[in-house]
T-cell receptor
Framework: EDKVVQSPLSLVVHEGDTVTLNCSYE??????LLWYKQEKKAPTFLFMLTSSGIEKKSGRLSSILDKKELFSILNITATQTGDSAVYLC???????????FGTGTRLTVIP | ETGVTQSPTHLIKTRGQQVTLRCSSQ?????VSWYQQALGQGPQFIFQYYREEENGRGNFPPRFSGLQFPNYSSELNVNALELDDSALYLC?????????????FGPGTRLTVL
């Protein structure tokens, strides 16, 4: 059975801390892995990863994919209160037409 | 370029009723996917519409149905509402059915079934 597992389920840190969010997957016909940030309602796109070992960066956020070990991490450095959100990992399968999501990691950044 | 919009924002219904949720896709996009997100869970795929035809369905019963119109906007209909249907319903549009991994989400409709 296909699955996407995120850990931890929730995390509380202080401003300025660095956090690492994990996403492991077991899916057939893997095509891409995506990270989204969901603050109130609409998930907003962060990264799409298709190749192993190539880090994607956007400001204080970065992500990398390991297709051999079937996982991805999302790093956030120098966290700010505005980073508080649920971070969703999703996998897209070749031949399918939908994103398969994990349950998300709820990050809370305390001032 | 306009983003994905959904209506209504919130909705309260009682068990057994029917509901219709609406989604306008982003300009230039012909594919709309619908997801159900229960509290504390990730979104779950309901179905996708591509050029007015259903193009894939998740593990949802037939009382969940949809439509896509010539302007590529879409509706999600749920009949015989159950308490477990209470959730955030998200729609997402993509340029076409092949590019579905690049989806843009709307703000969602929060449905409460009493």
């Amino acid at each position: 059975e296909d699955k996407v597992v995120q850990s931890p389920l929730s995390l509380v840190v202080h401003e300025g801390d660095t956090v690492t969010l994990n996403c492991s997957y077991e899916v057939t016909n893997f095509r891409s892995l995506l990270w989204y940030k969901q603050e109130k309602k609409a998930p907003t796109f962060l990264f799409m990863l298709t190749s192993s070992g190539i880090e994607k960066k956007s400001g204080r956020l970065s992500s990398i994919l390991d297709k051999k070990e079937l996982f991805s991490i999302l790093n956030i450095t120098a966290t700010q209160t505005g980073d508080s959100a649920v971070y969703l990992c999703a996998v897209f399968q070749t031949g399918a037409n939908n994103l398969f999501f994990g349950t998300g990691t709820r990050l809370t950044v305390i001032p | 370029e306009t983003g994905v919009t959904q209506s209504p924002t919130h909705l309260i219904k009682t068990r057994g009723q029917q509901v219709t949720l609406r989604c306008s896709s982003q300009s230039g996009h012909n594919t709309v996917s619908w997801y159900q997100q229960a509290l504390g869970q990730g979104p779950q795929f309901i179905f996708q519409y591509y050029r007015e035809e259903e193009n894939g369905r998740g593990n949802f019963p037939p009382r969940f149905s949809g439509l896509q119109f010539p302007n590529y906007s879409s509706e999600l209909n749920v009949n015989a509402l159950e308490l477990d249907d209470s959730a955030l319903y998200l729609c997402a549009s993509s340029r076409d059915a092949i590019s579905t991994d690049t989806q843009y989400f709307g703000p969602g409709t929060r449905l409460t079934v009493l």
